[in-house]
């Protein structure tokens, strides 16, 4: 079955980076679509990155274009999320995100935490 297993998160600094990864699995990842969404406390859920199946095309929420960068590695089935100039309002749950068939699939959610 499709599983997405978050991985990267943790306490940072203002300013700092982190790199989250996404190891997927149950499915032929290099046919689809990889999304990396977040949701901070008292918020929705909210796209943040996305990244084409075959050449790779990229597209960001304006509030972190600049700062974050989403890649794949099809060898590896795994999806990156760079993160850098990490601001508080970074803060938040962030999810691996695929559609498959018509149907959403989400992993279990890495926290990030930006504070000094």
């Known amino acids: 079955q499709v599983r997405l297993v978050e991985s990267g998160g943790g306490l940072v600094q203002p300013g700092g980076s982190l790199r989250l990864s996404c190891a997927a699995s149950?499915?032929?990842?290099?046919?689809?679509?990889m999304s990396w969404y977040r949701e901070a406390p008292g918020k929705e859920r909210e796209l943040v990155a996305t990244?084409?199946?075959?050449?790779?095309?990229?597209n960001y929420a304006d509030s972190v274009k600049g700062r974050f960068t989403i890649s794949r590695d099809n060898a590896k089935n795994t999806v990156y999320l760079q993160m850098n100039s990490l601001k508080p309002e970074d803060t938040a749950v962030y999810y691996c995100?695929?559609?498959?068939?018509?149907?959403?699939?989400w992993g279990q959610g890495t926290q990030v935490t930006v504070s000094s």
């Open positions: 990244i084409t199946s075959g050449y790779g095309i990229t």
């Open positions: 995100n695929t559609k498959i068939w018509g149907k959403a699939y």
């Open positions: 149950g499915f032929t990842f290099s046919n689809y679509f």
